[in-house]
């Protein structure tokens, strides 16, 4: 296929891996980062240290602070910037001499903006209106994609053509794309598995075993699906790669950084003193897990939606309300008796 120019906005593990899978098929690709100091340090160490560590990052990949070159005369401009930070990265973008509308654009964001409780798509067209956007999501650890470990993810889009196009993009012999129409079920699968890796990561550092793990995936999942069907997406979305792939990867995978965070809360620790140890430079889980914000946004989805998630409510009251979490868990254990 046609070899286009690529923008990736965002030099987290994610953003720098998708865009050496890229410049490997051949692509020009420029990787852009919000801080110019670590911009500097890319550039020079061709290894992201603080998110992708022992991964060289080829010298074909141009790397910038600059956002108006990253984005000039590109065909795919994909975001992978943290959810919190999305509308204030795309109105910077939508200000740039180079800006336009006619590239694709491909957000890789887990997450829902907590101020509105919208998901990444619903922001991005907020702010760059009628444009062509489809999103990524899926069981996709970003050291093992970079490591050529086989891995599948899906592309959503409303657009056939576009979905399939993207996947041909994306597609390699370790890396399978999967396309799919859901949008809405795509992103909220992605977003919400967070909350339960945050709780099976509580449940590891309690000392709980696979049974308990067992229990927080399925009764998880179903509460996600709940959720979703009440916002508009199929459940059975909810099944796929996006919605049990992705859980169980983030539940399980010592790499997952919203499970590392509920493992040091079921270890006696606070939000604050993780989120201080996550941010130093030496962190292997360096930048704070999705899953901590989007634990307060789920929570008043579901509120608003009338609909019961036990297990969120109960991560909220944890993370939230300094709720303890064994306190948290015989709460879980003994609610009101119920059919499957």
């Known amino acids: 296929m046609k070899k286009i120019n690529i923008a990736v906005l965002g030099d987290g593990g994610w953003g720098t891996t998708l865009a050496i899978l890229l410049q490997q098929k051949g692509f020009k690709v420029t990787l852009w980062g919000a801080f110019a100091d670590y911009v500097s340090q890319l550039n020079i160490k061709r290894v992201n240290v603080k998110f992708l560590p022992h991964v060289k990052i080829p010298k074909k990949i141009e790397i910038t602070h600059n956002l108006n ?16 930070y999305m509308r204030g ?16 654009y491909l957000s890789v964001t887990k997450g829902m903006e907590l101020k509105t409780l919208k998901r990444m798509s619903e922001v991005i067209h907020e702010e760059l209106g009628n444009i062509m956007l489809a999103v990524l999501s899926g069981p996709s650890i970003a050291q093992e994609v970079a490591k050529g470990i086989p891995t599948t993810a899906v592309i959503a889009c ?3 053509d576009t979905r399939k196009y993207l996947q041909n993009i994306f597609m390699t012999g370790k890396f399978r794309i999967y396309t799919n129409d859901d949008v809405v079920g795509i992103e909220l699968g992605g977003s919400f598995k967070n909350i339960i890796a945050i709780a099976c990561g509580i449940s590891d550092g309690l000392g709980f075993g696979t049974n308990t793990k067992a229990a927080l995936l399925s009764r998880g ?10 916002m508009g997406a199929r459940a059975s979305t909810f099944s796929g790669i996006s919605g049990l792939g992705d859980l169980v990867t983030t539940c399980i995978s010592p790499y997952s950084r919203n499970r590392f965070v509920g493992e040091q809360i079921g270890k006696g620790k606070s939000l604050r003193q993780i989120k201080a140890h996550m941010q130093m430079p030496a962190c292997r889980q360096a930048g704070i897990a999705e899953g901590v914000p989007t634990t307060r946004s789920a929570y008043a989805l579901s509120l608003k939606y009338k609909v019961e998630m ?6 909220y009251t944890v993370l939230y309300k300094n709720k303890s979490p064994l306190k948290a868990v015989r709460d879980l254990m003994t609610r009101e008796k119920k059919e499957e």
Do not use: N
Request: charged letters at 25%.
């Open 69 to 84: 070159k990253a984005i000039a005369d590109k065909q795919l401009i994909i975001l992978a910037i943290p959810s919190q």
């Open 89 to 104: 990265i795309i109105r910077s973008l939508k200000k740039q001499p180079a800006f336009s509308k006619q590239p694709i």
């Open 158 to 160: 409303h657009d056939k």
């Open 221 to 230: 999942l179903a509460e996600i699906s709940r959720l979703g069907a009440a």
């Open 310 to 315: 036990p297990i969120t409510k109960e991560v």
